[in-house]
């Protein structure tokens, strides 16, 4: 595949390198093209030295080629990041004074914009409207990830992951797919929830919420419009929004909100919370009659949100409700034989039973899982295997799902 890197002039310059790489070991042929100012960032050294070929912004370079068209003409794939304000205006208004917007105007070839910008330039309604206008005309401009910026500031604007910026052109790479989550409005949660104890201390689990986030970035990938509700501090995936949470009582607050089409519970939800919470710090005892002394934690029962859900839902088939059961086998039965019976008991539409302990799956950037389908005796075991293929094979198996619906 002959794909066109546009790199514009911002600081997320330098992240197209990575993208670079992998585009390249992806087994395709890439040609940098930088703008002059991401020339100010990155040097044409970097590029020629990553890519293998040489490196211009000029059209006057190479004249007898005619590089301003015959790139465009070449490309598969033109993939601009960091697509700055000022080259998605240009893009837009169709101005072509350098090298890359020529190459734009005269692709023929899917055109994937990846945006890198402050929040107030991303959210101003110049660039809003030249984003929309690109968008009509069927360049595929990647939502924004949200995070920091240039300076102290956080929010939307930060360039997505070159991982996720690889895998959506990957893609539109691939073409159309039946398996398409457009006009979906997919909810999940993610991470460990915090129940605390005093202003200082919390009951807690390992989660990392890799796993939710994948399953979020894998949804939006597949066109859906994605809610993730979260207490994790991971980058947000492009093109999701999150809703960050603490507590199981938030979370459930959040989740029982929003009207969707599909939930997963990928969230490790305290069983239990503290049944009071101290205004200020428990502090150890000093009695020399009984150093070994320590307060007495009670505790309550935290809601059931998956159970909550399968409740109010009844005899309907929306949403489509996903739960995730961490578990280690004991003496009791193995990890199969508690994963049915929790899928029996939740009555969800599908479970994935995590293989949790001593190195497995939480922080971990694979897993081993199984997913049971409600009425169903088949199990399909997937892992070890990264997050994001585990992802992939839980959408496959929601889809029929919610074609349903």
Known sequence: MRIVLGVSGGIAA???ASLLRRLSESG???TVVPTAAALQFVGAPTWAALSGKPVSDQVWTDVHEVPHVRIGHEADLVVVAPA???????AAHGLADDLLTNTLLTARCPVVMAPAM???MWEHPATVANVATLRQRGVHVMETASGRLTGADSGPGRLPEPEDIAAYCEQIMGGPSDDSLTGVHVVVTAGGTREPLDPVRFLGNRSSGKQGYAVAEVAARRGAKVTLISSSTLPAPAGVEVVPVETALELREQVLAIDADVVVMAAAVADFRPAAVSDTKIKKTHDPADPDAAPSVALVRNPDILAELVQRRGEATRPVL???AAETGDAD?????HARAKLERKGCDLLVANEVGDGLTFGQDESTVHLLRRGEAQVTTIGP???TVVATALWDAVIPLVKTL
């Open 14 to 16: 330098y992240k197209a």
């Open 28 to 30: 395709n042929d890439v």
């Open 84 to 90: 700055t304000a000022d080259l998605l205006a240009k």
């Open 118 to 120: 402050h929040t107030e």
């Open 322 to 324: 996903v739960g995730f």
């Open 333 to 337: 039965g193995d990890v199969l034989t």
């Open 385 to 387: 295997a990264p997050k």
